[in-house]
């Protein structure tokens, strides 16, 4: 299964990244960076919210009715004259449900490494909320998810898998951000001095923030 940095990496995802900039009125490539970092933590988030059982179910009823994965079909409907706020309200909902207090501590720190504003950050993740929950609904469908079992699979294969601990602590860490911005040093010095794997999170997220 593809994680979710594979997929912004396709065309797909270019065509999320330079939609999602347009509409927001941010830079490309700074877009680019909130996304690659925002995304697994949305994606970490999630699978921690599963591992209840009143999570998963909310959860399944989503990615099995509203977002299904139809949004997809219709980017440059969705892109075109730019989004619509009933999208970016939808997406405020989704972020609040899933960072819950933690939401302005993510886009905190995320906004430090992108070189953005915590407002800008929000716009940019208020637009993308809602295409991460219709990727989670395409892959449920494809691979005929209908348990939370199938579910906590799912979400792990999006992530890429659990063999990668630096990149998931790093998730971690960041999710327990309460918003003072203390834990932004430490989280630079992990990705930093973290792992450089080819294609692994922790290797593309230093290079983001300038470790080669």
């Known amino acids: 299964m593809a994680g979710i940095l594979d997929v912004l990496n396709s065309d797909l995802g270019q065509t999320i990244i330079s939609g999602v900039a347009g509409s927001t009125g941010q830079d490309k490539d700074k877009t680019s960076s909130v996304l690659t970092m925002a995304l697994p933590v949305l994606m970490k988030a999630m ?3 599963a591992a209840t ?3 998963a179910e909310g959860l399944m009823n989503a990615i099995q009715g509203k977002h299904s994965g139809g949004i997809l079909d219709n980017l440059s409907d969705l892109f075109s004259g730019g989004v619509d706020d009933n999208v970016k309200n939808d997406g405020d909902k989704i972020l609040n449900h899933v960072l819950g207090s ?3 501590g993510v ?7 992108a070189g953005l504003d915590v407002g800008s950050v929000g716009q940019i993740l208020k637009v993308a909320a809602p295409i991460l ?8 469908q ?3 998810v209908s348990s939370t079992n199938d579910l906590s699979g799912l979400l792990g294969g999006l992530l890429g898998g659990n063999d990668a601990k630096e990149e998931q602590n790093f998730l971690e860490k960041i999710l327990d951000a309460d918003g003072d911005g203390s834990v932004i040093d430490d989280v630079a010095g992990m990705l930093l001095g973290g792992s450089k794997k080819k294609g ?13």
């Open 133 to 140: 929950m219709g990727i989670i609904g395409q892959q449920a």
């Open 142 to 144: 494809q691979k005929n």
């Open 200 to 212: 692994g999170l922790g290797g593309l997220l230093g290079g983001l923030f300038g470790g080669k």
């Open 53 to 55: 059982p009143k999570g």
């Open 47 to 49: 699978e921690r919210n």
């Open 102 to 104: 933690k939401k302005r």
């Open 107 to 113: 886009e905190s720190i995320i906004g430090q490494k």
